[in-house]
T-cell receptor, first 112, second 117 residues
């Protein structure tokens, strides 16, 4: 079945460091891909999305590119801040008519 | 604020008991989804309702049930609770019937943390 695999955490970075969180997927067809973020004590918020191959989603300095050839959707940010500390979830929508499939989440801690 | 409201925020109960979790979707959203987040299983889809009707079913146990009312709020009922049911339960809503496409973004509530002792 469809699945999402993302790098295990936790990830600890110093402020202004570069971030990459790896995400790969298995799906039939052409899924839409998402990154959600969960700040402490809150629900999940959509961070960015991409709907087709080579699309780049971006928001709040974060970027991810839909790579069909490598079935990947890695999350990147050039300079992280303490306020970016959260759990990040990669997800896919197989066909648009089925619920989201999530990765297990990666906890990011950014220290000043 | 996502506009999705879940109550209660925390629930502590004993094994064998029954609880009800409540979700009010964003204004105008017709779909409601329930997810369970646990340390070992991650975020798992349980069930989806659209405009009062069950739309999709995931890894939901037979001891669990849900419904969506005419005012579109939803309740998740968990019965014969076991220690392993302790988890964070999220509700999400979206405008359309589709599960989670780029045109049908899911908005999540803050969750209900259930502790079964």
């Amino acid at each position: 079945g469809d699945s999402v695999t993302q790098m295990e955490g936790p990830v600890t970075l110093s402020e202004e460091a570069c971030l990459t969180i790896n995400c790969t997927y298995t799906a039939t067809g052409y899924p839409s891909l998402f990154w959600y973020v969960q700040y402490p004590g809150e629900g999940l918020q959509l961070l960015l999305k991409a709907t087709k191959a080579d699309d780049k989603g971006s928001n709040k300095g974060f970027e991810a590119t839909y790579r069909k050839e490598t079935t990947s959707f890695h999350l990147e940010k050039g300079s992280v801040q303490v306020s970016d500390s959260a759990v990040y979830f990669c997800a896919l929508s197989p066909s648009g008519n089925t619920p989201l499939v999530f990765g297990k989440g990666t906890r990011l801690s950014v220290i000043a | 604020d996502s506009g999705v409201t879940q109550t209660p925020k925390h629930l502590i109960t004993a094994t064998g008991q029954r609880v009800t979790l409540r979700c009010s979707p964003r204004s105008g959203d017709l779909s409601v989804y329930w997810y369970q987040q646990s340390l070992d299983q991650g975020l798992q889809f349980l069930i989806q309702y659209y405009n009062g009707e069950e739309r999709a079913k995931g890894n939901i146990l037979e001891r669990f049930s849900a419904q969506q009312f005419p005012d579109l709020h939803s309740e998740l009922n968990l019965s014969s609770l076991e220690l392993g049911d302790s988890a964070l339960y999220f509700c999400a809503s979206s405008a359309l019937a589709g599960g989670g496409s780029a045109k049908n973004i899911q908005y999540f509530g803050a969750g209900t943390r259930l502790s079964v002792l």
